[in-house]
């Protein structure tokens, strides 16, 4: 999740960002650049949801 975070903050900033996994981590998960919206888009979602449950 605070990749996501971290992610979606440099999109703000206007930056292209790519994730993915760091070795020794398997599987190995590649996310372009061009699929960075759908991979936060699930994600931030539901922290928003959890954070509102919090406060609540």
């Known amino acids: 999740m605070e990749a996501?975070?971290?992610a979606k903050e440099k999109l703000?900033?206007?930056l292209?960002?790519?994730?993915?996994t760091l070795n020794?981590?398997?599987p190995?998960?590649?996310i372009p650049s061009s699929a960075v919206s759908?991979?936060?888009?699930?994600?931030l979602d539901?922290?928003?949801d959890r954070s509102n449950s919090r406060s609540d």
């Open 16 to 20: 292209v960002v790519t994730a993915g």
């Open 24 to 26: 020794p981590h398997t």
């Open 46 to 48: 539901q922290s928003a």
């Open 4 to 6: 996501k975070l971290f």
């Open 38 to 43: 759908i991979w936060l888009g699930g994600a």
């Open 12 to 14: 703000d900033e206007g």
């Open 28 to 30: 190995k998960q590649i």
